[in-house]
């Protein structure tokens, strides 16, 4: 893996990084390292032919890959937070966000029943007819849709997970 | 939970707890024990002489004169008009008499709910058994010596581990995998080598007159008690709803505790004949634990396999269909037998891969049948244990070592706190959950000893010395920690705070985003370059469904669990519908209530008409062919509840009436026929509502041809069994129609009357419900059954992947 203190020096503002995701810094060279391998052309950018379309920009720098990647640690909820520090990026809410963007790909905040059924559609691939998936999406959209505009804002998306253990689901092991 | 217990009982139960106190009842227990006791004595009943008198038989005086005897042989008998003839029944008889007498026990205690909650039902089981024993040695009776090690071992043990093979929550398991291992495994070789060992120790000491155990026969002792039962324990957290982390690590551990145990067990046994032991034979030892897991767990895939194969082509043996799932377990139990391997792991694996593709395989009945079964016998096993530990508890000679004991039960809790606590701290990195000192708290006070150690040390070879001791002691510990445990944990889980899981989660919501934030990990953990659950579950998953679902499951349709569970969820809101429309008048003051919001109205027989015709659509809309997961549950002594279920029904429910309420209001914008936007008031169709009710019920025989054709069959739906062939459907609803009603959102009457008027282009009818007109146009619009309704088809399988992978 190489020393840690020649990779860190490599990657600009990794102070700043550090502090804003909460990664320690053998986290981040072994981030950078992956990165590194996933960025076959060694152009400083990972696009969607790397690895497969998951992100909806065209390029993601390392920046925003470990600012992705920090989502996922597991949430610690020991420490008191000092409320005047903004919301760390792997708390719950911040989780939440993640996945809400998932969905909400306009970014106006709400998912659309056909945002829904994109996201549908994807997960489900061949199992499902058009109108089953309409079906689904429509009890989906009842289920959660509290103020009836037929859309599901993302206070209606926490709420109707308020009791799943978001960070079991939305951790990876190794990130902590 | 009583959902599922026989009227009779109920009956009964009621009558008992009205007119009889408690201590009648102990009477009537002592009456059935005493007839089971007048039957017990094993030989003193002989056979009857069928003849009147001895005196018959006998030969007539030889004539010296030797002349023909008239009689040749006078041993005339007559023909026996009654006789008995006890010995030839004997075996099954008592059998079936102890059946019964733990069975009416169990049925005694729970009659007082109270009891139950309180009191785990292993601790009434063996205080009743205590009570048995007492009586038996007051009379000088030996309880029926059956618990042998083979029955043991091959008729009794399987069903319990069977029943929590087959009830293991899969997901959590798989999951949790490597945390329920390294405590299961790890976990009791450290208990008994430490308690082992530290016995050995204490046996050095002169004082307890205990020194001829050696090492062997002690670290035998040892095993034997490190086998975990905590039966009452995941009751309780069954109840609370503890962390599942937590539930299944408990779960888990105890049945492969078990295995883990049944093999040390035989190893020591083994061993303990042995006058010395190499180091070779450590080794051995070692490797030989290993074979024998790892080949359990190769014989249990080999016969989960060929089992889930089989039931491909039973549709026309649908009677046979659970006997295969038994043979094909009790087959992999007695070939891992056979071969020394670990027969436990087996039968667990096979139950655990059949499981799935069985289900799916066979029909909703036979599912049915096979859960319940599954659930008889374990109960049987484990209720015949228990009982059999009380009585065995009075009736045998005890060897009483104050020492011996008190320093056995004191390493045993002190050796698996121990464990717990340096295993937690070993593992706890690899967890995405870290266990808290809660959680390991609760680890530790779970580790009830129950039937398994009590067999195992009632069925010891006679060689061992001091086998006696070893019961005594194996009876102290099962006794403290049941009772003493078993008892106490419910406050102390209130009381220490455990994290709690929601086991609420039926709402497709929470699916849909768990779904979701799996896809996303699953993407994530690949660019991490890190393998981790989601990636194997993932890998696991697409080999599952390109090649094993294809061989093993018949007409194999890859069904997302999404829409399994959407399926599932609206036909529990139909079937609500369903049981609303039975319940006859006790629903009319809500038909009434709503009627009063939308004003004064007609008749109620023009209710029945319609709302029955609103029922169908909704359930032709949204009922079809449903594979009913198995529900997930766990406890020994009761068959699952299905009470959250309501809610969910009554939430929809309400989720439809009101949408449909709304949209009434709202103009229309579904395509298909153009309806006025104006909504109507009935007040002023009186006129009309004569003629009405003639064509509802001519509607009536269209729908349910069509949805007959669809394949549905309601009364099934009702018992909660897949829709079969619709033609008992037709008629249980034709009966039900006169005396039932439904609830029914205000616009019923909308629906129907909207529904002549695109039929029979009435020009009048304006009311827009566009929701369930919807619903009620389908099945007109064409004219092959097969194409009625999208959500009654079955998606086809398109070969063509629609994008990139």
Known sequence: ?176 | MRGISHPTSGAVGEFFSKRLSMTMKLAVYFLTTGLTLLTLPCGSFTEVPSKPSGTVTVLPPVHPAGGPQAFPNAEKSDLPVFAMNYSRIQVPFEITLWVLLASFAKIGFHIYHKVTFWVPESCLLISIGLMVGAIMHAVHEEPPSVLSYNIFFLYILPPMVLDSGYFMPTRPFFENIGTVLWFAVVGTLWNSIGVGMSLYGVCQIGALEVQDINLQENLLFASIISAVDPVAVLNVFEDVSVNEQLYIVVFGESLFSDAVTVVLYNMFTFVAEMPVVETVDVFLGVAKFFVVGLGGLAFGLVFGFVASFTTRFTSNVREIEPLFIFMYSYLAYLVAELFNISSIMAIVTCALTMKYYVEENVTQRSCTTIRHVVKMLSSISETLIFFFLGVVTITTEHEWNWGYILFTLLFAFLWRGLGILVLTQIINPFRTIPFNFKDQFMLGYSGLRGAVTFALVFTLPDHIVRKKLFVTATICIILFTVFIQGISIRPLVEFINVRRTNRNLDTINVEVHSRLMEHAIAGIEDICGQWGHYYWKDKFMKFNNQILRKILIKDNQAESSIVALYKKLELQNAMEILDTVSEGTSTAPSVISLRKEKGPGKPKRKFVAADLRKMHDILSKNMYKIRQQTTEYTTKHSLPNDSHTKEILIRRHGTIRRSLRLRSFQSPTLSGGGYPSAPRSRIGQPSRSSSRVSLPLRRLDTLTEVSSSAGVDLVDERSGGRGRAGGRGKSRLNSSSSDSRVPAPPCHFDSSEVFHGNRDSMPEQEEPLSLSVTWAEEPSDHDDSSTQNPLLRRPRWNPVKPKNP
């Open chain 1, 1 to 176: 893996m190489g020393s840690t203190n020649s990779t860190l020096s490599k990657i600009p503002n990794v102070e700043e990084l550090m502090r804003e995701t909460g990664f320690s810094p053998a986290h981040i060279v072994r981030l950078y390292d992956r990165f590194e391998s996933l960025d076959k052309e060694k152009t400083g950018h990972l696009r969607p032919e790397d690895f497969g379309a998951i992100n909806r920009q065209d390029t993601v720098d390392f920046h925003s890959f470990v600012r992705i990647l920090a989502h996922f640690r597991p949430a610690e909820n020991n420490r008191p937070r000092d409320p005047s520090l903004p919301e760390p990026v792997n708390s719950r809410i911040s989780k939440l966000k993640f996945a809400f963007q998932l969905y909400d790909l306009d970014k106006d905040g709400k998912i659309s029943r056909a945002e829904l059924l994109q996201v549908l559609r994807s997960m489900m691939e061949m199992q499902v007819t058009e109108e089953q998936l309409e079906s689904i999406a429509d009890r989906t959209i009842q289920e959660a849709d509290l103020d009836r505009d037929d859309a599901i804002s993302f206070e209606e998306f926490r709420k109707s997970l308020e009791k799943v253990n978001i960070d079991h689901k939305m951790s990876i092991r190794f990130l902590r």
